[in-house]
């Protein structure tokens, strides 16, 4: 059984950086895509970044909310994945999930993590 565990939430103010870590438990994967995703009160889930492992190497995607502020790096020894999140803005405010799927190819993700809180106030 895989287990998807966030961290590194919490309140910053507008300008602050954060990190979220996302560890994975229970099951390796040859090629893999673990994706950060978040859902604001009243919205829905929206993607936010991806990376994706496989023969061909790495890959990166990003929302283009996002792009130039937030990071997202993996440490494969840890099974672990990171969202740096930088000049952060009001409208970053969410709950953030973690998602994983055993394939670098597009499709839904099966598996994913309790989501952590991100309050960024103006």
């Known amino acids: 059984q895989v287990q998807l565990v966030e961290a590194g939430g919490g309140l910053v103010q507008a300008g602050d950086s954060l990190r979220l870590s996302c560890a994975a438990s229970?099951?390796?994967?040859?090629?893999?895509?673990m994706g950060w995703f978040r859902q604001a009160p009243g919205k829905e889930r929206e993607f936010v970044a991806m990376?994706?492992?496989?023969?061909?190497?790495?890959?990166?995607d990003y929302a283009d909310s996002v792009k130039g502020r937030f990071t997202i790096s993996s440490d494969n020894r840890k099974n672990t994945v990171y969202l740096q999140m930088n000049s952060l803005k009001p409208e970053d405010t969410a709950v953030y999930y973690c998602?994983?799927?055993?394939?670098?190819?597009?499709?839904?993700?099966?598996?994913w993590g309790q989501g952590t809180q991100v309050t960024v106030s103006s």
């Open positions: 998602a994983l799927k055993g394939s670098a190819l597009p499709g839904r993700f099966d598996y």
């Open positions: 990376i994706t492992f496989s023969w061909r190497g790495g890959n990166t």
């Open positions: 229970g099951r390796s994967f040859s090629s893999y895509t």
